[in-house]
Every structure is written in structure tokens, then in C-alpha cells.
């Protein structure tokens, strides 16, 4: 396809930003580039740049826990067999092994750094969620994983005096020069433009569930990292895997709230408007099967009763363990007048996790010489065309380490003779003509969601893309003066390359299931697409 894709989104020129040096740049502050950040050797300085608050990220809200093989009973061969199984073929083995059998590692290097993870005795509690085998999910405050591992992990950063953390700071583009990522261009609001150079540069800036109208990501969650690197020139690679997933509070005027797949975990039904238990009716494992597969009978269901959610029953349960279990999410049904030991939750699938990203090798490298990546940015080939529950926190630790520990051992190499390359940007003619951005996000958004949702079809696919790329003609070629241009920009150049990746694969695999094609056609289809953007 034509790429109307711009190199930069903004004009700057050497003489007219300023300057910084660093020998590591990380972009994102979730637990991917916070652990990379501990993994930089202390002699050497590093900037971490954040969006918003270093709080502000996927991993904070990150409920369910972290899997990894813990209990004497379960087994390194079984936890690699049970991510196969959800991701497919389109899993990397080589990478699933290396990630599970780094599990215990990086889990235990949590709890050295405070993470308190819950117990009994002083045993972990290991909870199971869809997918798995075996109880092998180690949890937070019951519900609240992400928010303890974060504040560990930041605790344990803000020890280091060489990492200095840049927040409330939008990264713009990469820069690059003779194909090697040489830093980035930021903004803020008290300085401005800056151009920061680096000796090596880590991309973790997490997901892009943004793009949707449904979404349990947090509001920086707008593909940001996915789109300044496919505009610096890097491959990214199964764009078309989003997952869904299945449970999320559907409460007018509610946020779109995670409710944790351990729920199910722990015994909860689901049940449609009839209070009916349809599980049963699509998969044997109920409601412990792969997400995707529990979003798709929840999108089936909701047809058939023609109901614009279903539920999620635990009145079955014992309800003071229920209060203890999942006391974030008690409170928040509270707040809309459930309590969730008697009422039922209504829940219906959202964009949860992207699959797809930035193509790296096993120890997180780009193709791009001097760029890394880890976390939801990139594509690793642990997950395949399915994530499994709660491999993704395990991805972003155990890859933030190897990335954090290379581009270190890079940058030590590498003299300590900074220059600034002479890059710049040219400004763009002005349009006279105003543009109404919230309009064009709403319109994204709601067209994400009806058309590349969790089931499509090549007609629906094809207008989407027609509607985005008549979008694409006219906003990208802009040049605005603050983030929420920019953010619509990076949105539309991922909703784009999503999009035309699920047009193009005609068959049904993992959460791509398209209605047309509903067979997985592995003689033609057993590979992974990718996207580089035309120069």
C-alpha cells in the first residue's frame, strides 16, 4: 500500500533545540524500561522518558499476576506447552523456553526488591487463570499486582543516582542517521523541543488499546512507540493480534475497568441475560479456555440474546473470600451500587494487549542499529497469534533485563565523544483549515472497534482502511504543536498498519478470527506479516 506515513512529525533544527547527552535512553517507564533501567551498569548515565507520571502505565494496572513455575508439582516443560498451545504455531519455541525458565529468576529478584506478593504461611498463593495447566500465578494486594510490582520497581530505580527520570515528557521520533537510532526528539512543556542523544536507546512504551473504543488500557496507551519506530524504519510485525479481553466492567458512566481473568480463576460463571451458563455451549475447558476464545462465545452470546453485555457470576462463591480475594474491584462495583457477592457484574470484551510491535531478536535488539525494545512494543514470538494470561508482565521483566543489560554493555564500548548530528526536520505549510481532533479520535475509535473488533470480515476490513487512509491524507501531513495532535497521528499510523494486516490475512488464527474465513489455513497463512514504512 502507499505509505502517507511522514519521517517526522514535527519540524526542528540543531541550532534552534537544545541538546542533552545520555549513554542509555529508555522511552517508557512501565516495568519493561524500569527493569532495563536496573539493568544499565551504575557507571553509566541514563534517562528514562515518561508521557505522564511514572506511575502512568500498563503494568500499574496490571491485576491478575505474574505466571511463572513455582510450585514443586508444576513443571517448566508444562508451562511452555500450555503458552504453545494459546499462541500456536506462530510462538517462537526458542523464545517461550528462554522466557519460562527465566520465570523463578526475575520473580525472585521482585521479592529481593520488596515486591510483596500474597501468601499463606509463608508460602506464595499461586492463583490459575485461563490457559493454564496449573496454579502458577503469583498476585498482589489480590487484585492490584501491577501497583505492588510497580512500586517496588520504582522504589528500587530511585535508588540509582545514574537513572534520571524525565516525566510528563512526550517522545516525538526517533532520531536516526546512516541506519543507526542515535536518540530521540522530546517535548515538554517547560522546555520545549530537545534533542537528546544516546549512545544506545530502549523502546518500552507499552501498548496501543487506545485505538479503540473499548479499551482496559490507560489513556497514554495511544501506540506511540509502535509508530515513531515504524516511522524511523523498523519492521513491525503481527499487527493484526490484538487480544481482547473478555471481562470488562460495562457500567454507563463507568472506566472501562479490568475485571481479572482470576476471577474465572477462582470459580466464577459466566452468564448471559437469562442468567444461562453458556460456556458449556462453546468449549470444554468453560471458562478457563484462552481469551480469545472466551471472547468470541461472549460476542456470540451477546447476538444471540441480543443483550449488550453478559455477566459474571460469583454468588456461588464464598463471599468473604471473594471481599478478600478481589477487594479492588469490590470497591469499584461499589461506587455503581454492586456488591459482587450478590449481584452479578456486567463485563464484555475490550482491547487488552497488543501482540503485535516492533520485531526483536531473543535478546531484544531491532533491526535498527543502536534501538532495543521490550514490553508490549514488540513483537518477541512468545505469544504467537494468543498472549497467555499473565505472561505478559513476565515478557516485559525478563526482556527489559536482557535489553537493559545489552545496550549497556553496547554503550560501555562505545567512546564518550558525543556530536550532534546535523538532523533536522523542515517546517510544513500551515493549513488555514482548522481541524476538529476529539472528532476524528471518535470517529477512529468507533470505527476500530465495529470494523477490526474481535470478529471481521474482509468487506468491513476494507471500508475501514479506505476510511483511515482518506483520514491518514490529511492529518499526518500536519504539523501540530502538542500531544494530542501527535497521539491522534501515531494512532492513526497503527490503526492503519492493524488494519491492513488483518485485511490481508484471510484466514482465522489466535484473536484474529475473521468471519469470512473461518478456518486456520496454515498452508497458506503459518507466518508472520510485516510492515516497513517506504522511504
Known amino acids: 500500500?502507499?505509505?502517507?506515513?511522514?519521517?517526522?512529525?514535527?519540524?526542528?533544527?540543531?541550532?534552534?533545540?537544545?541538546?542533552?547527552?545520555?549513554?542509555?535512553?529508555?522511552?517508557?517507564?512501565?516495568?519493561?524500561?524500569?527493569?532495563?533501567?536496573?539493568?544499565?551498569?551504575?557507571?553509566?548515565?541514563?534517562?528514562?522518558i515518561t508521557k505522564e507520571g511514572i506511575q502512568q502505565s500498563n503494568s500499574n494496572y496490571a491485576q491478575g499476576g505474574i505466571a511463572g513455575v513455582l510450585d514443586p508439582e508444576d513443571r517448566f516443560e508444562d508451562h511452555i506447552a500450555d503458552t504453545l498451545t494459546a499462541g500456536g504455531s506462530l510462538c517462537d519455541r526458542e523464545v517461550v523456553d528462554f522466557?519460562?525458565?527465566?520465570?523463578?529468576?526475575?520473580?525472585?529478584?521482585?521479592?529481593?526488591?520488596?515486591?510483596?506478593f500474597d501468601s499463606d504461611r509463608g508460602e506464595l498463593t499461586l492463583g490459575r487463570e485461563g490457559g493454564h495447566s496449573q496454579n502458577r500465578i503469583v498476585h498482589a494486594l489480590g487484585d492490584a499486582t501491577g501497583r505492588e510490582i510497580m512500586r517496588a520497581v520504582i522504589e528500587q530505580a530511585a535508588k540509582l543516582k545514574n537513572v534520571h527520570a524525565w516525566q510528563n515528557t512526550f517522545t516525538l521520533d526517533l532520531l536516526t542517521h546512516d541506519g543507526i537510532c542515535r536518540g530521540a526528539l522530546v517535548w515538554n512543556a517547560q522546555h520545549?523541543?530537545?534533542?537528546?542523544?544516546?549512545?544506545?536507546?530502549?523502546?518500552?512504551?507499552?501498548?496501543?488499546?487506545?485505538?479503540?473504543?473499548?479499551?482496559?488500557?490507560?489513556?497514554?496507551a495511544t501506540g506511540d512507540g509502535h509508530a515513531m519506530a515504524y516511522r524511523a524504519g523498523a519492521e513491525l510485525r503481527d499487527m493484526e493480534f490484538m487480544q481482547f479481553h473478555p471481562t470488562v466492567l460495562y457500567i454507563a458512566g463507568s472506566s472501562r475497568s479490568?475485571?481479572?481473568?482470576?476471577?474465572?480463576?477462582?470459580?466464577?460463571?459466566?452468564?448471559?441475560?437469562?442468567?444461562?451458563?453458556?460456556?458449556?455451549?462453546?468449549?470444554p475447558r468453560l471458562e478457563l479456555a484462552p481469551r480469545d476464545v472466551v471472547s468470541q462465545a461472549i460476542v456470540e452470546q451477546m447476538e444471540k440474546t441480543r443483550h449488550p453485555n453478559v455477566y459474571l457470576d460469583l454468588t456461588h462463591l464464598d463471599a468473604d473470600f471473594i471481599r478478600r480475594r478481589f477487594p479492588g474491584i469490590a470497591a469499584t462495583c461499589a461506587e455503581f451500587g454492586l456488591d459482587i457477592t450478590r449481584d452479578r457484574i456486567p463485563v464484555r470484551p475490550g482491547a487488552h494487549y497488543m501482540i503485535?510491535?516492533?520485531?526483536?531478536?531473543?535478546?531484544?535488539?531491532?533491526?535498527?542499529?543502536?534501538?532495543?525494545?521490550?514490553?508490549?512494543?514488540?513483537?518477541?514470538?512468545?505469544?504467537?497469534?494468543?498472549?497467555?494470561?499473565?505472561?505478559?508482565?513476565?515478557?516485559?521483566?525478563?526482556?527489559?533485563?536482557?535489553?537493559?543489560?545489552?545496550?549497556?554493555?553496547?554503550?560501555?564500548?562505545?567512546?564518550?565523544?558525543?556530536?550532534?548530528?546535523?538532523?533536522?526536520?523542515p517546517v510544513e505549510v500551515e493549513s488555514l483549515e482548522a481541524l476538529d481532533l476529539s472528532d476524528i479520535r471518535n470517529s477512529l475509535t468507533s470505527l476500530m472497534w465495529r470494523s477490526?473488533?474481535?470478529?471481521?470480515?474482509?468487506?468491513?476490513?476494507?471500508?475501514?482502511?479506505?476510511?483511515?487512509?482518506?483520514?491518514?491524507?490529511?492529518?499526518?501531513?500536519?504539523?501540530?504543536?502538542?500531544?494530542?495532535?501527535?497521539?491522534?497521528?501515531?494512532m492513526l499510523c497503527i490503526a492503519r498498519l492493524m488494519?491492513?494486516?488483518?485485511?490481508?490475512?484471510?484466514?482465522?488464527?489466535?484473536?484474529?478470527?475473521?468471519?469470512?474465513?473461518?478456518?486456520?489455513?496454515?498452508?497458506?497463512?503459518?507466518?508472520?506479516?510485516?510492515?516497513?514504512?517506504?522511504?
Open 1 to 48: 500500500m502507499s505509505d502517507p506515513v511522514p519521517r517526522y512529525l514535527v519540524p526542528f533544527h540543531p541550532k534552534k533545540q537544545p541538546h542533552h547527552f545520555t549513554d542509555v535512553l529508555i522511552i517508557g517507564g512501565g516495568l519493561a524500561g524500569l527493569r532495563a533501567a536496573l539493568a544499565v551498569d551504575p557507571a553509566l548515565n541514563v534517562v528514562v
Open 99 to 116: 522466557v519460562v525458565r527465566e520465570a523463578p529468576i526475575r520473580i525472585n529478584e521482585l521479592i529481593h526488591w520488596g515486591t510483596r
Open 192 to 220: 520545549g523541543k530537545t534533542l537528546v542523544w544516546a549512545k544506545q536507546t530502549i523502546l518500552c512504551t507499552g501498548g496501543c488499546g487506545q485505538v479503540y473504543r473499548e479499551t482496559t488500557n490507560p489513556p497514554v
Open 258 to 283: 479490568l475485571i481479572t481473568e482470576a476471577m474465572r480463576g477462582e470459580g466464577a460463571w459466566l452468564v448471559d441475560r437469562h442468567g444461562h451458563r453458556f460456556m458449556p455451549d462453546y468449549d
Open 356 to 425: 503485535g510491535g516492533v520485531t526483536v531478536d531473543l535478546y531484544g535488539r531491532t533491526a535498527i542499529d543502536g534501538l532495543w525494545a521490550a514490553g508490549e512494543v514488540t513483537s518477541t514470538g512468545l505469544h504467537g497469534a494468543n498472549r497467555l494470561a499473565s505472561n505478559s508482565l513476565l515478557e516485559g521483566l525478563v526482556y527489559g533485563a536482557h535489553a537493559g543489560e545489552g545496550a549497556s554493555k553496547a554503550a560501555a564500548r562505545m567512546p564518550d565523544g558525543f556530536a550532534a548530528i546535523p538532523l533536522e526536520n
Open 452 to 490: 477490526v473488533g474481535v470478529r471481521r470480515t474482509g468487506e468491513q476490513l476494507a471500508e475501514a482502511l479506505t476510511s483511515i487512509d482518506q483520514w491518514c491524507r490529511y492529518v499526518l501531513r500536519r504539523q501540530f504543536n502538542d500531544p494530542a495532535g501527535w497521539q491522534l497521528q501515531n
Open 499 to 535: 488494519t491492513a494486516a488483518a485485511l490481508e490475512r484471510r484466514e482465522s488464527r489466535g484473536v484474529h478470527l475473521r468471519s469470512d474465513y473461518r478456518e486456520t489455513d496454515d498452508q497458506n497463512w503459518n507466518r508472520h506479516l510485516g510492515f516497513k514504512r517506504n522511504p
